[in-house]
């Protein structure tokens, strides 16, 4: 699950600056607006060994300039729990999806996009 957001707005105020530069920027964007998210995941996780719990955080960022984006979900390189907390967002023939990816995701996305703004407003806008 991702987190997307349309900086085409933006996109003006990011041509002046060198690639990198925007890059840095808008990946510290991200970072802010993942935070609420992870918080939202950390509370509406189910726990039944805590391992899931302890593995939640950014998979990784992709895509570039105003298309970028930021994975969240479980770190671990155990399969079994990758395997636990998509079981647990989406289900399988034996148990419905607890849906709690979607469900953090839709409690935080407010504060997230705010995050993002804020941040942005920061680094941008001196």
Do not use: C
């Amino acid at each position: 699950m991702g987190l997307e957001f349309d900086f085409a707005e933006l996109e003006d105020a990011l041509i002046g600056l060198g690639k990198n530069v925007s890059t840095q920027i808008l990946d510290q964007a991200l970072d802010e607006g993942a935070k609420p998210v992870i918080k939202a995941m950390n509370k509406n996780v189910p726990v039944d060994t805590g391992k899931l719990k302890h593995s939640l955080g950014e998979i990784k960022k992709d895509g570039s300039n105003i298309n970028r984006k930021i994975h969240l979900g479980s770190t671990s390189n155990n399969r079994e729990i990758v395997a636990r907390a998509y079981y647990q967002e989406y289900g399988n023939s034996n148990m419905n999806g607890k849906k709690w990816m979607k469900k953090s995701y839709y409690q935080s996305k407010d504060e997230a996009i705010n995050a993002i703004g804020d941040s942005l407003a920061k680094d941008l806008f001196k």
